[in-house]
């Protein structure tokens, strides 16, 4: 009887074996199959991202009204970044299992407004008597009857982002890691960049005692301009999860983009006072990096 126990734990035993080495069988056979699904598959992805946008720009003003500044400015401004992408099924089995991906997006900025050019100048009333009139108060007030008045002048130009977009070709990798989760997208971007330029110019006269006397402006200075860029786009993520067919990562990338159209940018606004001209020169290279979410569609396993 014993020996009919012990023959029959045995049985069951092997038979839970047989079952469990089934049913994992059946399990790797599922993963194996979703996973050259998905492998052979073309995979739509949309990104989601913050980004810190620099760009260097030298700003130039002139006006009737006498007075000359320029300025340079290294420009940083946060911006909201939305991508999608489609990558191609996987191109060559082994290393890297390459796709390769057409990628298309939108920025919008965060703080769009700054002035690369704000410049004001005091020039005070002197007496005569304690050294005469400085030379450069009779260049910048020729209309005044020194050395009993002075005057004030500023220039002032402000800039504002608008929505860019881009659009690129690259490839991307998967890292050799146990899970081989991590991965690396190279592509050629293109960037385009819309921009809006205002500028003014004003002088306050003043009497010696500090009362104003007359105040001129110039001001509705503007223009528009398209930058357009060309550059390289790296980014490295890692999936963090799965919820049905859609698979979460998170990334950091980098852009780095020389203008194609670098030439000076100028704008101006004449009326009774005279005429303010200014001339804004961006250097031709923009850098932006930044983080965020990839969403993409894997299929069901």
């Given at each position: 009887?014993?020996r009919q ?23 790797a ?12 598959s ?38 909201f970044?939305?991508?999608g ?18 990628q ?70 998967t ?5 081989r989760?991590l ?6 971007d ?13 002088r306050?006269?003043?009497g ?6 007359e ?9 528009s ?5 060309l ?6 993520s ?16 980098i ?19 005279g ?12 850098a932006?990096?930044?983080?965020g979410?990839?969403i ?6």
């Open positions: 009887m014993r126990t012990r023959v029959s734990r045995a049985s069951g035993a092997v038979v839970l074996s047989a079952l469990a080495l089934g049913a994992s069988a059946a399990v056979g599922a993963e194996s199959q979703a996973e050259e699904k998905e492998r052979t073309w995979l739509p992805s949309l990104a989601l991202s913050f980004d810190v946008h620099h760009q260097s720009l030298d700003v130039s003003g002139t006006s009737d009204l006498g007075f000359s500044e320029k300025q340079s400015e290294n420009l940083l401004t946060s911006v970044s939305v991508d992408a489609i990558s191609t099924p996987v191109l060559a089995e082994g290393f890297g299992a390459p796709r390769l991906f057409v298309a997006g939108v920025q919008a900025p965060l703080s769009d407004e700054t002035t690369p050019l704000k410049a004001v100048r005091s020039f005070p009333a002197v007496d005569p008597d304690t050294g005469g009139l400085p030379p450069e108060t009779v260049e910048s007030c020729p209309d005044l009857d020194a050395p009993k008045e002075a005057c004030d002048h500023s220039l002032e130009s402000k800039l504002t982002f608008n929505v860019s977009w881009s659009a690129g070709l690259g490839a991307e990798f890292l050799p890691t146990p899970s989760a991965k690396i997208r190279t592509s050629v293109y960037f385009g960049q819309s921009l809006d330029f205002d500028g003014d110019a004003e306050l006269d003043r010696g005692t500090g009362e104003e006397i105040k001129l402006r110039i001001g509705g200075a503007s223009t301009k398209t930058l357009h860029a550059g390289p786009r790296v980014a490295f890692g999936e963090v999860g799965r919820a049905g067919p859609l698979s979460f990562g998170v990334f950091a990338e852009r780095l983009y020389w203008l194609l159209n670098d030439g000076d940018i100028n704008y101006s606004a004449t009326n009774t006072n005429t303010a001209s200014f001339v804004a020169e961006p250097d031709p290279f923009v932006q990096g930044g983080a979410l990839r993409t569609w894997v299929g069901s396993r």
